[in-house]
């Protein structure tokens, strides 16, 4: 019997033919080779190949528009009447500092804006996760789509594990351990938008995906978003840098550089605990960097989410949130 050669091998031999002859995928072939992938129709010997060969190309805005297409197909999202506001992606961990986004999406919360957080736990070594600070914080984890609708109906915030709405890109997440290396899935994730929201905000690491991201996005037809390169490659402004926003406004692309807030670096934590972020909220411990980082990262998601606001008047308005903020407890 004559072996017949494996349908996904045709993306392998795409990729992997040389300097000469290999290419990218189109978005087609982006969205069939995910496709295969989500419904387990793959080797892991193939996926593996395929993962590497990936990463070491890294990915096109149209092969990233292919795997998000095939990966939210795949998705079993309930049908639901409620708008929510912003998709705030969290799958890189803090290192250096404390995840003070956090309390930026809990400040914004506070305040009517309806966020949907999702994420990824422990796939790299001698990272703080936002699913493990929250349980330090008391703040419930949503288990199911459906308890992160009813989460943000009744306190306008839910954080949704990966694993909880899609365990198979959890599962590609976690091959970290095995392979050394980030794999295409750690981007893609990023630009799932699960709930439709009608503004997205991402942070990367590596300032080279900005533009992959954005190119992405407008793809994806989605009409407001914003990337930039944030604090440990979460969606957090550092406060000590310039940081250069990358963005869809109602469709159209739109870059901002927003300035530094002070002249001098911060040093790093020499300890993270995730206390300090409770202590902060309620005003018993002083940290300029943790307040102006909060406020900072505020205001660029208040500005992606009314176009027509001014620099200075989003960052006015953040402050103003957070020394109005609720600081006995947060709102849940």
């Given at each position: 019997?004559?072996n017949?050669?494996h ?7 795409i990729l ?12 087609d ?17 193939q996926?593996g ?8 190309k ?8 292919g ?10 999202v309930?049908?639901?009447?409620m ?8 799958y890189?961990g ?7 986004f ?7 919360a506070e305040?009517?804006i309806?966020?949907?957080?999702h994420?990824?736990?422990?796939h ?39 694993q ?11 091959l970290r351990w ?5 794999s295409?899935?750690?981007t893609?994730?990023r ?12 942070g ?5 995906y ?10 994806l ?12 490659g ?8 310039d ?9 159209e692309?739109?870059?901002?550089e927003?300035?530094?807030l ?10 993270l ?16 960097f ?8 505020a205001a660029?998601a ?9 620099q ?10 957070w ?10």
């Amino acid at each position: 019997m004559e072996n017949t050669e494996h349908p996904f091998a045709e993306f392998i031999k795409i990729l992997g033919k040389g300097k000469k002859g290999s290419r990218p995928l189109t978005q087609d072939e982006a969205y069939r080779a995910m496709q295969m992938i989500m419904a387990n129709q793959v080797e892991p010997t193939q996926l593996g190949a395929f993962l590497m060969l990936m990463r070491i190309k890294e990915e096109t805005s149209e092969e990233l528009v292919g795997f998000v297409q095939a990966a939210r197909d795949s998705l079993q999202v309930p049908q639901s009447n409620m708008q929510v506001d912003l998709d705030w992606s969290s799958y890189a961990g803090k290192r250096r500092h404390l995840p003070w986004f956090i309390l930026t999406n809990l400040l914004l919360a506070e305040n009517g804006i309806k966020i949907f957080m999702h994420g990824a736990a422990g796939h790299t070594e001698g990272r703080l996760y936002t699913e493990d600070v929250l349980k330090v914080l008391g703040i419930p984890v949503a288990t199911s789509f459906a308890e992160a609708t009813q989460q943000i109906a009744q306190v306008n915030f839910s954080y949704l594990p990966l694993q909880n709405f899609c365990p198979r890109l959890y599962e590609i997440i976690e091959l970290r351990w095995l392979m050394g290396l980030r794999s295409p899935v750690h981007t893609l994730v990023r630009l799932l938008n699960p709930l439709n929201a009608t503004h997205t905000i991402q942070g990367i690491f590596h300032p080279s995906y900005r533009a992959v991201h954005q190119q992405a996005a407008l793809l994806l037809g989605q009409q407001n978003m914003a990337v930039l390169k944030g604090e440990g490659g979460e969606t957090e402004r550092n406060p000590d840098m310039d940081c250069l926003v990358q963005s869809v406004v109602n469709g159209e692309l739109h870059d901002e550089e927003w300035p530094a807030l002070f002249s001098r670096r911060h040093m790093k934590a020499e300890s993270l605990d995730p206390q300090q972020l409770l202590a902060h909220w309620r005003g018993d411990s002083e940290d300029e960097f943790a307040t102006a980082s909060i406020i900072g990262t505020a205001a660029i998601a208040l500005k992606l989410l009314d176009s027509n606001r001014t620099q200075q008047q989003a960052q006015q308005l953040a402050t103003d949130y957070w020394l109005n903020r609720q600081k006995q407890r947060f709102s849940f």
